[in-house]
Nanobody
Framework: VQLQASGGGLVQPGGSLRLSCAASASIFSMIVMGWYRQAPGKRRELVAAITNLGSTNYADSLKGRFTISSDNAKNTVYLQMNSLKPEDTAVYYC?????????WGQGTQVTVSS
């Protein structure tokens, strides 16, 4: 089973993107889903998380710019990213929190550049 993230692309600094991650109902019902990212030469990090009750948590450096949300009817988790900076450039993934190794998909590339 893999969770496929989508919605990445090339955006200018200050721009916005919305990432999507569709999951099966059984996975979506898990307690916590999260968005992760891995920049070149860096370790993968947890960006944001959302519980099945809608509680959210964010990496301190991203609060106010990123918003995680979910659509229970579509079994989909979203990551709205605003005011993007070049340092946000990374491959973004979705997975459970804590992550399951066999759920990692290929991720979606986000590149912030002028």
């Amino acid at each position: 089973v893999q969770l496929q993230a989508s919605g990445g692309g090339l955006v200018q600094p200050g721009g916005s993107l919305r990432l999507s991650c569709a999951a099966s109902a059984s996975i979506f019902s898990m307690i916590v889903m999260g968005w992760y990212r891995q920049a070149p030469g860096k370790r993968r990090e947890l960006v944001a998380a959302i519980t099945n009750l809608g509680s959210t948590n964010y990496a301190d450096s991203l609060k106010g710019r990123f918003t995680i949300s979910s659509d229970n009817a579509k079994n989909t988790v979203y990551l709205q990213m605003n005011s993007l900076k070049p340092e946000d450039t990374a491959v973004y993934y979705c997975n459970l929190v804590p992550p399951k190794d066999n759920y990692w998909g290929q991720g979606t590339q986000v590149t912030v550049s002028s």
